[in-house]
């Protein structure tokens, strides 16, 4: 594969001790940030009805995207996208089984199409009025590398910016001795291929980076973050971008992820634009 060099034009970012990109910045680097006691997003960019009805792991990613989108200085209506969660809607994949297994098998018809995974996509593409391509993508612990991999592909093979958003949220009860994830996480980020004209030729905040897949076999890069960051690294699928995000912010220079059992993606920090 060639190396693919590509500009991270904006990140949005909520979850569990941050509600966007300037918090996560802050809990990276060690920093506190006070709790407002929100239990998940109110993205208002889904209407009202809408959103009363929306789960939350439709709600994080929703609320990371727009966020993304407004740090680019892009309509969400002009980008592809490609969302991916690790996990799915556990708390409805745990409803819907107990309904199926009981003697009503009547269910609920709101919460049967919210359980699809690609009801986020569905949602934003819907709520923004997005007519471009949408991908959902799952891969359980390697989630994050073959998001990567598929969207920084589209995007070089399209000449296109692409809007990528990463989610995941506490897992059901009854499902926590095999998922044992206990935070909600979702990061959006916005990449363009280096070659193209910037869609937003008035964001300064452009970080250049470059990718490339190496037949290697490696384990998944470690951090230094404080306790419930570290532990939502090891558990939320989706918190495994938390190393390309420290590229972006230039606390690493390079890092190289698991892709398959022999190969990996490597990734370097260029230069700010």
Known sequence: MQK????????????????????????MTGGQVEDDGAKGPKPEVIPANERRR????????????????????????????????????????DYMCKVLAGENKALSPTKFHNSVHNAAAGYWTISTGCMQAANSVAGFGESVSLTLMEALIQAQAEQRALLLTFYDAPSSPILKPLLKNEHAFAVSIVIAPSNMTPPAPGNNDATELVASVVEQAVDWPSGEWSD??????????????????????????????????????????????
Request: glycine residues 8%.
């Open 4 to 27: 693919l060099v590509f500009n991270v034009l904006g990140i949005g970012a909520w979850g569990s001790g941050f509600r966007n990109w300037s918090d996560l910045q802050i809990r």
């Open 54 to 93: 929306a789960p939350l792991p439709v709600r994080l990613a929703v609320e990371a995207s727009s966020q993304a989108c407004e740090h680019a200085g892009i309509a969400p209506s002009e980008l592809a996208c490609v969302f991916v969660s690790g996990l799915g809607d556990t708390q409805l994949t």
């Open 228 to 273: 419930d960051l570290a532990e939502c690294y090891t558990t939320n699928p989706v918190a495994r971008i938390l190393p390309v995000l420290e590229l972006v912010t230039g606390q690493r220079e390079d890092l190289i992820m698991p892709l398959s059992s022999a190969t990996a993606l490597s990734f370097s920090r260029t230069k700010n634009t």
